[in-house]
């Protein structure tokens, strides 16, 4: 049976109708996800409340324009609004809100719980997205839907368990979303492009990753992307973690990570994945953090890099041991 989080809804429902000023934020550099989540959410509220002022703030990203427009707000005219943080665990990681004076913060999020922790707090690992708690708690309080949010919270549902194959999809996000689609008569296939149209550049960058990753005898694929490569097949930064997902189904690989040199801040983003071993303990160790099999993390020189792969080749050694003995 699929168990509703009604005593956590009833909660979050309650803290939305006491404010009249919402100000809904996500992490920086968002994905469909917390793009999708927060402009549902934002939508919705406005859509039960007109006279509520609720806004979504966060830098835009112009690929993503088909789920609404970010909303630009001067944070210093605004006293006691309730803050509301979707799909972010870290105070210092939530966009746009320097120097707003909220006076609490409710938190909706499917990451491990870290620092931010408000009165009301809904935070759910097992679920596969924060759009998946955002339409759980839609579809089970008084707050309104309507088609495009519907079609929101679908696209960062299928985003985020890349298309429900990640293992944290499960009887409840199917039946979230069957819910979601029949209320809503979503005509859920017309949309799926605005998810995953690309560019033939970024096609022919992922040939040269396919090409270029190195794969241990362990199972760790990885690859060292210089930024010179990002520029020649002009994508930018966050491609290689767009494409991770891509990668997955590989028999010869069970860990895979990207590390890409951002010349800005002299440094190197990192993106992991994997399809057994746990891997956010080892990002946690190198300025990151995430999901178990999905994470990402920071590398400030060529030392720390060598480092960070000999780690997660020893957790693929490892998990491959501990996986033969149980077979004995
Ligand atoms: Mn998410």
Not at 28 to 57: H, M, N, Q, W
Not at 65 to 82: A, F, S, W
Not at 216 to 224: D, F, K, R
Not at 240 to 266: C, G, M
Request: hydrophobic share 35%; with cysteine; net charge neutral.
């Amino acid at each position: 049976m699929v168990c509703i989080n009604n005593n956590i809804i009833k909660k979050v429902y309650k803290k939305i109708k006491e404010y009249n000023v919402i100000v809904i934020a996500r992490h920086v550099g968002p994905d469909p996800d917390a793009i999708a989540s927060e402009t549902a959410l934002r939508d919705s509220i406005r859509l039960t409340f007109p006279d509520k002022e609720c806004y979504a703030v966060g830098l835009g990203v112009s690929k993503f324009k088909y789920y609404g427009i970010l909303d630009k707000i001067d944070n210093e005219k605004y006293q006691d609004v309730l803050l509301i943080a979707l799909d972010c665990p870290n105070l210092h990681r939530l966009d746009g809100i320097e120097n707003l004076k909220y006076k609490e913060i409710l938190k909706i999020d499917h990451h491990p719980a870290e620092d931010i922790k408000g009165p009301v707090d809904w935070t759910d690992d097992s679920s596969c997205s924060t759009c998946q708690l955002i339409a759980e708690l839609i579809l089970n309080s008084p707050l309104k839907l309507d088609t495009k949010i519907a079609g929101n919270l679908y696209l960062g549902i299928v985003s985020d368990s890349d298309r429900f194959l990640l293992s944290y999809t499960t009887t409840k996000t199917f039946k979230i979303v069957e819910e979601l689609i029949k209320k809503s008569k979503l005509d859920f296939t017309s949309i799926y492009s605005y998810l995953y149209d690309r560019s033939i550049d970024e096609v022919r960058f992922q040939g040269y990753l396919a090409l270029n990753m190195q794969v241990t005898e362990n199972g760790l694929g990885y690859l060292v992307i210089p930024a010179e490569i990002v520029k020649k097949y002009n994508v930018d930064l966050a491609t290689p973690s767009n494409l991770i997902n891509s990668f997955n189904y590989i028999r010869e690989v069970i860990v895979w990570t990207f590390i890409t040199k951002d010349a800005k801040n002299k440094s190197y983003k990192v993106s992991i994945r994997s399809h057994g071993p746990i891997i956010n303990t080892t990002a946690s160790k190198y300025n990151g953090g995430g999901h178990k099999y999905a994470s990402g993390a920071r590398l400030n020189n060529e030392e720390e890099i060598n480092n960070f792969i000999k780690d997660l080749d020893l957790v693929c050694e490892e998990y491959k041991r501990a996986t033969i003995s149980n077979l004995d």
